[in-house]
């Protein structure tokens, strides 16, 4: 027998690699047969119920590192919840309609026109499916659990249902109503555009001064002036019927160059600066109320434009008159409404203009920019043309330019319940508090939401026509369609008549040949997962409505949080969440936006492949989330750096309580000595702020340093640094290694749960080397945060015993560099303390050499005084210096009892003890060298 097996080395089969790529896939595999997802909601039944409702993916493309930022985190939270008492389901769900599946099938060279709409439809449904199929095992792969057989989609008979039932009870309280008013168009997607649907890029767009001569004044203005306006969209001069000016600015006639002309008396000097002006002479000041209901020449049609009054008119730019084209602004429309101007549109679905604009029928809106300036400076109407760049609206699906445009569509009133809206956003709980502020003021300042849709794949709008084109929209027709839908899909709106989709019998005054016809147009993709509160939280069994959380990106305070939000409290007077969480975006590791032109962008796949699913979960625990976070992968290389000391630090434990039963060889917390009941009470401290600044408040990070900071400095640093000396040293059933195994098991089994929600794979692998009954960590509960008698005074001793350690460290420290010492058992160390470290030192109550890793032989705490060559500091001073004793050979202490028992001449006294206790044969029989 060699000397090194009397020691009790830790060993383990848990592997020092984790090997993630490869092993997760088998855990997960293993999670999917023994229905451990099924088996942890009925472990929860009857407890109280969190419900976090998945704000729909979109079903189109594999997932990008942002969706693993948001499914991780909502998985997080999903196990958080299960170990803490909740009943917590979780059903996915996937947004499978709109326009970029259209888009899809039109590059793959699949044309809309020459085929059935029905056929059309199933190819639109065909390709949806096939990308939640992809996105859904991507998800699953992230470690995700939930209800993946059973998602909610979009496109599912029962989901459109429920949407039409949306409708109707918006219908019938008077929110839904058909009218012309300027809205979003995208000419690229030919289709109206929500607000959400928006994003601003920028362009070169032509800025210009326009004069409209003055054709009625009543006679408070000279015959021969002009009015001028500036604008950066001369494309819409075309539908100008109005020139709209502030009632209390105050306005001035000045002549110049022998012209005379009319601005806001506050712009002249900038006018006049544009304009190269020189000394412009006042003629005339007038209240802009006095200008109401004058009238202009159109500057190239044989038109008047109408003086109008607008308190949308400011001084921030321009001349103080605006331009006004009702068909092509809100401002516009609703100013000139108030004066029964018409809306004059005469752009069409492509953006080409009518023959409602003479001249330029045919012609692309942005290409007739250049024909409409050219035109007026043949009409000496301009008087400056310049470009400038500016952000500017585009279709976030198409990347094209969109305009405003006035159409035909059906509207959600906003107005009618605006007030009920935004009590509702102050009930919500925001756990970003400027999320509050941010909706309540979108919600303020919205307009009426454009519900219609020119598109094909999508929820039809369930709305009829009499023979005189009154809309029909009754309780009895909204309940029919949805029943329809709820049967066959919502399909059959285009693959049968009218009549056909109304109930049988039908009738209606205003059709008195019983002929109808129906709505062409789609709903809003936003109405569709805006609807989800009604069709998935209330036809769910296992949900409840209102959700407990809504967690998406930032972005959808525009989208899914506003919409969803608008139709709840629309039919049922409530918010749909009462709690609203918010992510930033995923950027790269120079803080740039991701982008495959930038070749920036991080596929989580890659990720899962080189490392695991757990550095990726890992990450984002690291990451604060409430405003943009980087991601590269270099930074995943440093996360995986920390996987490792988690990994390695666990592997410790494990290794060194491979011969410890927590029920038979543990021992109580009262029998400990003080340094373990220290580490016991630390991990309790470490447990309750995980739970309760981190889980419950959602607080990820606030989890990934506590549980670092405590395996790094409470373990390695400190516990585990001198550990060994007493785990591999003491015989295997001795008190002092059966209480720090007893430390060890502990630490281990509770940061294992504490750490399940974020590496589920790798807390799974630790479970089962531990010797518990539940057969998954993912089973259990997370660890409860307990009081000890006399913690405080004990936290009190053994923080100053730190503050005390480490002034000694910097002893030892400054000996090594001035080669004093070698290693710390090298040393002889005496302490000089004051009466207040001498009190500490001694409540401490354990082997204080062992604690700071020297040989006991040559420790000692002196009273006398205090020599030159020590290192003083304000309540201690600390002598190192060379022991001149030998080295045992099984421990490595320098002691003074080496070579005392004549059989084991190499080891030291207490050494001796052991072994002979221990392996008395061996003694017999001497050690192999």
């Keep these: 027998m060699k000397m090194k097996e009397t020691l009790q080395l830790g060993k383990t089969a848990f592997p020092m690699r984790g090997n993630l790529p490869n092993r997760e896939g088998q855990w997960q595999k293993d999670w999917e047969e023994d229905k451990v997802y099924e ?9 109280p119920t969190f419900v976090l409702h998945d704000g729909p993916p979109y079903a189109n493309g594999n997932i990008h590192i942002g969706h693993a930022l948001n499914k991780i985190s ?3 939270i999903i196990r958080s919840k299960s170990m803490s008492g909740f009943r917590a389901p979780y059903v996915p769900g996937w947004d499978t309609h709109g326009l970029p599946i259209e888009q899809v099938l039109t590059n793959k060279g699949i044309k809309r026109k020459e085929m059935s709409m029905s056929e059309y439809l199933e190819k639109c449904r065909e390709y949806a499916l096939s990308q939640v199929d992809k996105q859904r095992t991507d998800f699953k792969r992230l470690g995700v659990a939930g209800d993946w057989d059973h998602p909610y989609l979009t496109l599912s008979p029962d989901f459109e249902a429920a949407e039409i039932r949306v409708f109707g009870k918006m219908a019938e309280k008077g929110y839904i109503y058909k009218g012309l008013k300027p809205i979003y168009w995208s000419p690229s997607s030919e289709s109206s555009l929500a607000e959400a649907e928006i994003e601003y890029k920028d362009v070169k767009s032509p800025s210009i001064y326009v004069a409209f001569k003055v054709k009625d004044s009543k006679g408070l203005l000279d015959d021969d002036a002009n009015f001028i306006i500036w604008t950066t969209t001369p494309w819409t001069l075309p539908a100008n019927l109005a020139i ?15 012209k005379k002309f009319v601005v806001a008396k506050d712009l002249l000097e900038t006018v006049g600066t544009e304009l190269e002006w020189e000394n412009p002479e006042v003629v005339k000041e007038l209240k802009g109320s006095e200008l109401e209901y004058m009238k202009a020449q159109h500057p190239f049609y044989d038109r008047d434009s109408l003086v109008i009054l607008g308190d949308h008119v400011t001084l921030d730019a321009g001349t103080g008159l605006v331009h006004t084209a009702p068909g092509h602004g809100e401002d516009d429309y609703f100013a000139a409404r108030k004066y029964d101007l018409d809306v004059l549109s005469p752009v069409d679905d492509r953006g080409v203009f009518t023959d409602e604009a003479p001249g330029f029928e045919g012609i692309f809106y942005d290409k007739a920019n250049k024909m409409i300036t050219d035109l007026l400076a043949e009409k000496g109407a301009l008087l400056k043309l310049e470009f400038f760049t500016h952000s500017y609206p585009h279709d976030w699906r198409t990347k094209k330019p969109v305009i405003y445009r006035a159409t035909p569509q059906w509207f959600a009133s906003i107005d009618k319940f605006r007030q009920n809206l935004l009590d509702e956003v102050e009930k919500v709980n925001w756990v970003i508090p400027w999320g509050k502020t941010r909706l309540y003021n979108m919600v303020r300042d919205r307009g009426d939401w454009v519900i219609s849709r020119q598109r094909a794949w999508g929820v039809p709008l369930p709305i009829f026509y009499a023979e005189n084109g009154e809309p029909i929209i009754t309780p009895e027709t909204i309940e029919h369609v ?4 709820e049967k066959h899909g919502s399909t059959i709106w285009f693959e049968k008549e009218a009549k056909e989709l109304l109930p049988e019998g039908f009738t209606h005054p205003s059709s008195p ?13 936003w109405f569709d997962s805006g609807s989800s509160h009604e069709a998935v939280l209330r036809q769910r069994p296992e949900l409840t409505f209102p959700a407990d959380m809504y967690l998406e990106g930032s972005d959808q305070y525009r989208g899914w949080f506003n919409s969803s939000i608008t139709t709840s409290v629309a039919i049922n007077s409530v918010a749909p969440y009462k709690t609203v969480l918010s992510q930033g975006f995923a950027l790269d590791g120079e803080g740039r936006k991701m982008s495959k032109s930038l070749g920036n962008t991080i596929l989580p796949e890659k990720v899962i492949n080189q490392m695991g699913a757990d550095i990726l979960r890992l990450w984002v625990s690291s990451v604060d989330y409430e405003s943009d976070v980087r991601v590269s992968m270099d930074i995943l290389n440093q996360v995986s750096e920390v996987y490792r000391k988690i990994r390695n630090t666990m592997r410790f434990l494990l290794a060194n309580t491979t011969d410890f039963d927590p029920r038979k060889s543990g021992i109580s917390y009262e029998e400990l000595r003080s340094v373990d009941k220290y580490m016991i009470v630390r991990l309790n401290e470490v447990i309750k702020s995980v739970r309760e600044e981190g889980y419950d408040k959602y607080h990820f990070i606030h989890i990934y340093k506590t549980v670092m900071n405590f395996l790094t400095t409470d373990l390695s640093s400190f516990y585990l640094d001198f550990a ?14 059966r209480a720090m195994q007893t430390v060890f098991y502990e630490i281990a089994n509770s940061v294992t749960k504490l750490l399940t929600p974020i590496i589920p794979h790798t807390a799974e692998e630790i479970w089962s080397f531990l010797k518990e009954e539940a057969e998954y960590v993912q089973l259990t509960d997370l660890p409860s945060y307990q009081e000890y008698p006399n913690q405080t005074e004990l936290m009190d001793t053994w923080q100053a015993f ?30 000089y303390p004051n009466e207040q470290v001498a009190a500490m030192l001694k409540a401490v109550d354990s082997d204080l050499a062992q604690l700071l890793i020297v040989s006991e032989d040559y420790f000692s705490v ?33 002691r003074t009892t080496v070579g005392e028992d004549s059989e084991l001449s190499t080891l030291c006294h207490s050494c001796s003890e052991i072994v002979h206790k221990h392996y008395p044969e061996a003694v017999a029989e001497g050690f192999e060298n």
Excluded: H, W
């Excluded at 002893?811 to 058992?825: D, H, P, W």
């Design 482 to 485: 949805a029943q329809l839908f």
């Design 724 to 737: 060994k000396d007493v785990v591999y040293i003491q015989g295997e059933d001795d008190y002092e290694r």
């Design 862 to 894: 002196a009273n006398g005084e205090v020599p030159e060559n020590a290192m003083k500091f304000d309540d201690v001073a600390v002598l190192v210096e060379k022991a001149d004793g030998e080295v045992c050979e099984r421990c490595r202490q320098v």
């Design 39 to 47: 088996e942890r909601q009925a472990l929860n039944e009857g407890k």
């Design 513 to 525: 040949n019983g002929e109808f016809s129906k709505e062409k147009d789609i709903m809003d993709v």
């Design 802 to 831: 730190m503050d005390f350690r480490e002034k000694v460290l910097k002893a030892l420290e400054e000996a090594r560099n001035v080669k004093v010492i070698g290693k710390s058992m090298e040393a002889k160390l005496t302490i």
């Design 244 to 258: 709209a000016v502030n009632p209390e600015y105050t306005y001035v006639e000045v002549a110049v160059e022998g």
């Design 74 to 76: 909502k998985d997080i």
